[in-house]
């Protein structure tokens, strides 16, 4: 059975990730890692490897004491936090793809994993069913360093055959793991708030509307695109991928239906001039026809799940 190592395990995407892959895999083939611990359920089932992305020569040791196939590197400073320290963000997000990419070279790896994001698209884009091949001017550090990142990847596949594999992730909605300090993570507090305190402030406008995805329909995206044959890959910068568009408006409503006493303010900051260079929804298409792509959740559905495994974790 191969070999996995996935980097950024304690994040919002790597919560969810490796507990899939181990399942799929085994407890044993799947290596989580990151520079603060993971999650218990995490800790618990299988091997955890301190480890900075920065640091070359650990992660080249860390593959090979594992025999390490295919990594999925996750670890990133997010588009709000990133704005707060722009040099240290583009060198943690940077240099680590950079690093895991040379790695990959080196070793002879399988396969590599790496997020995109719709932030490499900005103002000039187009904002409805944004295709696949738009104008991409992004005006965020995160959607800049995304952008390069996604240059590197089909460089990296073009001059040096390293099978390296992307999405575009729109806003991701996950119960195991708080926000992390990127613009679309109110999709993620609201709820929190709504069972704690029955209100939220939302730092953007009502009618925001932005790509959204539930986190299990993206961890079937990551997995399927890993596992798809190679052929079938014929994008080596990132894919699209959509899920469902909806604004802090609409998803407030849905949760009135559980919550028939929420209430929710705005009050926007400076994560409101990102979202407005962003789509509002994602032509994923492309994936569709490549590799057979299908999200399955929708808005009530994905309340329904958030306000109920919330509520567990929080009792």
């Not at 060198?91 to 932030?119: C, D, R, T």
Request: neutral net charge; contains cysteine; glycine residues 6%.
């Amino acid at each position: 059975m191969k070999k996995i190592l996935v980097i950024g395990a304690s994040g919002q995407i790597g919560s969810d990730l490796v507990i899939e892959l181990r399942k799929r895999f085994g407890n044993e083939n799947t290596i989580a890692s990151d520079i603060r611990l993971a999650s218990d359920e995490i800790m618990s089932s299988g091997t955890f490897e301190t480890l900075n992305v920065l640091e070359k020569d650990n992660l080249i040791n860390v593959c090979k004491k594992y025999n390490i196939q295919e990594i999925y590197h996750l670890a990133a400073i997010l588009s709000g936090n990133a704005e707060k320290n722009p040099l240290k963000s583009w060198e943690i997000n940077m240099q680590g793809l950079l690093n895991v990419l040379e790695v990959a070279k080196e070793l002879s790896l399988n396969k590599i994993f790496w997020p995109s994001s719709i932030a490499v698209f900005g103002p000039s884009t187009t904002k409805t069913n944004t295709p696949q091949f738009d104008i991409m001017d992004p005006n965020t550090v995160y959607g800049i360093s995304k952008l390069a990142g996604e240059r590197w990847c089909e460089y990296f596949y073009e001059k040096f055959n390293v099978d390296v594999r992307s999405l575009r992730y729109p806003g991701l909605i996950s119960y195991k793991a708080e926000a992390g300090g990127g613009t679309t993570d109110y999709a993620v507090e609201i709820f929190y708030e709504a069972i704690k305190n029955k209100k939220y402030e939302c730092f953007l406008s009502a009618e925001t509307s932005l790509p959204m995805m539930y986190m299990e329909d993206a961890i079937n995206a990551t997995i399927e695109l890993m596992e798809a044959d190679k052929q079938k890959i014929k994008i080596r910068s990132s894919y699209n991928l959509a899920g469902i568009s909806f604004n802090p408006k609409e998803i407030a409503n849905e949760i009135k239906k559980h919550i028939t006493d929420f209430k929710i303010t705005y009050k926007e900051d400076f994560r409101q001039a990102i979202a407005n260079s962003w789509p509002k929804s994602i032509d994923d298409s492309v994936a569709k026809k490549d590799w057979g792509w299908q999200h399955k959740y929708n808005l009530a559905e994905m309340t329904k799940i958030m306000l109920k495994e919330i509520a567990k974790k929080l009792s």
